[in-house]
């Protein structure tokens, strides 16, 4: 199956992200961002979730000196 998530972060005032986690120190900002995760069962036991997620910010140079960034991930879960 698929899901599709879309996520907005409203930090106005900064007090959220300004100097956190990465983020240069900063008066506010909006994130934006979609995610587009599968989830595939090859066996009962084991669930495998590779995930594409696309983010944008309003702060310039906010990711790294970038505005927007693309991550691609991949979770593997083994159920008990």
Known sequence: GLA???DVVADQD???TSGLL???ANPG???YSLTL???YL???KVKIQP???YESTDL???FDGADDRLIVGLGLAYLF
């Open 60 to 62: 310039a140079g906010g």
């Open 22 to 24: 990465g983020f240069p």
């Open 29 to 31: 900002q909006k994130i």
């Open 42 to 44: 090859p066996h009962p």
């Open 4 to 6: 599709l998530r879309g």
């Open 51 to 53: 995930e594409i997620r």
């Open 37 to 39: 995760t599968g989830n």
């Open 14 to 16: 900064g007090s959220f």
